[in-house]
């Protein structure tokens, strides 16, 4: 399996980014993709998850009404829309997979167990 995240960067805040992670070399069909973020000296977390089956699942309470996360299963592709960035969403931002199935409820400690692989991070900086 590989996940190939892009579209980091610097931005200010206020402004907006737009990530996308692919993922490839799988064949099971009941899946969930979702993002992480992990700023310095804090744990990762979980910021926004799609499954294949629901659709958006899941969003961290800090990113609702900013964050939309979307997901292409055609091309096993999933974008997260990052608007009104603020400088405390500073982080490096991993996509991860998990194979299904999955309930169609998902709250903040369920995603890091859900999850069977990761990509590499993007580092995503907005200043103030």
């Known amino acids: 399996v590989q996940l190939q995240a892009s579209g980091g960067g610097l931005v200010q805040a206020g402004g907006s980014l737009t990530l996308s992670c692919a993922a490839s070399?799988?064949?099971?069909?009941?899946?969930?993709m979702a993002w992480f973020r992990q700023a310095p000296g804090k744990e990762r977390e979980g910021v926004a998850l799609?499954?294949?089956?629901?659709?958006?699942?899941y969003y961290r309470d800090s990113v609702k009404g900013r964050f939309i996360i979307s997901g292409d299963m055609s091309k096993r592709t999933v974008y997260l829309q990052m608007n009104d960035l603020k400088p405390e969403d500073t982080a490096v931002y991993y996509c991860?997979?998990?194979?299904?199935?999955?309930?169609?409820?998902?709250?903040?400690?369920?995603?890091?167990?859900?999850?069977?692989?990761w990509g590499k991070g993007t580092q995503v900086t907005v200043s103030s």
């Open positions: 070399g799988f064949a099971f069909d009941d899946y969930v």
């Open positions: 991860a997979l998990g194979q299904g199935p999955f309930g169609s409820t998902w709250y903040d400690d369920d995603l890091p167990h859900a999850v069977g692989w």
């Open positions: 799609f499954s294949s089956v629901d659709g958006p699942s």
